[in-house]
């Protein structure tokens, strides 16, 4: 029987105590991440594509339940083959993986990079990944954190799933960290679980992309390569509604296969192949596209002008929550009253400038970002 190599208490050894209930460990972790803020602001968060007004393109949130359900439908069915895994620990997992994105997707998280790197001197960066293990682990609950299993926190700061191409295979890195000293996303995660998640994290967004593309007319489904249409035995005309489904169908089924045969978690060679030639497909004709390249440019100019003006302001005003109060912009209020929640913890912490405005930009949603940036940056009427 296939199972994780550590011990039962190691995963489900909590952060910080909190007394256990009838939901178990794990379940309880799920419901924790789904009661949090910073899961709420998912729904605003963009995936790939900022197209706020229509329903029907994929936001952080439904991305996080693709992998919810797609890592659900991997490991119970390695179950059943005789693995011995825990499903609410990857759902658990799932959930909260992108808990500490960026607003603005990738774009957002790039610029958030360049800010870091140029503030520390390049001594530090910005991962989502561990940003989102910090989201869990502190920023939640003003500065309680959600008091996570190490079974979870493992999944979340080691769930990398994008730009992974050259990852056939994964296996599970047994070593015991103090997960949050990670500074580098050089290790895999600590369990099967994990690594599902991981595996999951990558096939999920592929098929939705392409979608998605297609819906906004980024792409023309006429332009998919007919091996990539006769993997997934569907017709150009097709692609629009199910290329996910289609695609999802075959590597899951790929992934459970080969997983249960070599032991580790990965693809066929066939799968992979295929896997690769969506991604490079995507890469030049979706990612790259002029269109996300002009999206980028406004997430260019609205982040670095948040983080100069709160960077200004709390030179000038620091913990002094008064003064925020007084502010005429309504948005310099708002972050005064974050300070005021967050201020115990970021005293007793001895948190740097940098990483207060990190915590606060990138647990905004897209239109809040877009709302501040326009409160700050535009005058209102101030005489009658």
């Not at 000293?181 to 679980?193: G, Q, V, W």
């Not at 003064?323 to 309504?330: G, L, V």
């Amino acid at each position: 029987m296939k199972g994780n190599k550590l011990s039962d208490e190691v995963y489900k050894k909590r952060f910080k105590p909190k007394e256990e209930d009838i939901r178990g460990p794990f379940f309880r972790d799920q419901t924790a991440i789904i009661h949090s803020l910073p899961f709420r602001r998912l729904k605003r968060k963009t995936q790939v594509f900022f197209a706020p007004d229509n329903d029907h393109i994929c936001t952080r949130i439904e991305h996080v339940l693709h992998v919810f359900t797609n890592s659900t439908t991997i490991i119970n069915e390695l179950i059943r083959k005789g693995w011995k895994l825990n499903t609410e620990l990857a759902k658990a997992i799932a959930l909260g993986h992108d808990i500490g994105h960026a607003p603005f997707g990738h774009a957002g998280e790039e610029v958030l990079k360049g800010i870091v790197k140029k503030e520390t001197n390049g001594k530090t960066n910005f991962y989502h990944e561990i940003n989102s293990l910090r989201f869990v682990d502190y920023v939640a609950e003003k500065g309680e954190g959600l008091k996570l299993t190490f079974g979870v926190r493992d999944g979340i700061v080691s769930h990398c799933g994008e730009k992974v191409e050259n990852e056939q295979f994964i296996e599970p890195d047994w070593g015991v960290r103090k997960l949050e000293k990670i500074e580098k996303l050089d290790k895999y995660p600590a369990s099967y679980e994990g690594c599902i998640v991981r595996v999951a994290d990558k096939i999920s967004s592929l098929g939705r992309d392409m979608e998605d593309a297609i819906e906004l007319k980024i792409i023309d489904a006429d332009k998919i390569p007919d091996d990539m249409l006769d993997y997934l035995e569907i017709e150009s005309s097709k692609a629009k509604y199910q290329f996910n489904r289609a695609l999802l169908n075959k590597i899951i089924y790929d992934v459970i296969d080969t997983t249960d045969s070599t032991g580790k978690i990965g693809m066929s060679d066939y799968g992979f192949e295929s896997i690769k030639s969506i991604n490079e497909f995507s890469q030049k004709n979706i990612y790259d596209a002029e269109e996300i390249k002009n999206y980028k440019h406004y997430v260019e100019v609205i982040i670095p002008n948040i983080y100069n003006s709160l960077s200004e302001l709390f030179d000038k005003y620091e913990f002094s929550i008064d003064h925020y109060k007084k502010c005429f912009i309504r948005s310099y209020q708002d972050f005064g009253d974050y300070l005021s929640a967050y201020k115990k913890f970021y005293e007793e912490s001895d948190a740097d400038k940098t990483q207060i405005l990190v915590d606060y930009i990138s647990g905004m949603s897209d239109n809040y970002a877009i709302r501040f940036h326009k409160d700050i940056s535009i005058p209102k009427t101030v005489f009658k």
